[in-house]
């Protein structure tokens, strides 16, 4: 008798939170990431906005190739934002 397999999804979430510009930079170097869930939010205080990504996938090796991958891309963007600043 074989047991039955059960699909489990996997996800995790990161936020960022800093100033809206830096935060508008950093959004338009993950826009378009199919394998994520990205919201700007706006409702911080003051000057303040966040990134919330939500990464969600069949398996953890699977989520966390997808983080690695955003994560590279924010950095870059991170980076060039502070060379210009």
Known sequence: MRAAVTMVEVETEMVWVGDLAKAET???AIE??????IELVTECDGEQAGLRILVKGNDLR????QVDSLLA???SAEAKYDSNN
């Open 32 to 37: 378009g990431h199919d394998s994520a869930d």
């Open 73 to 75: 891309a924010l950095a």
């Open 26 to 28: 950093l959004l338009s």
């Open 62 to 65: 699977e989520v966390r190739e």
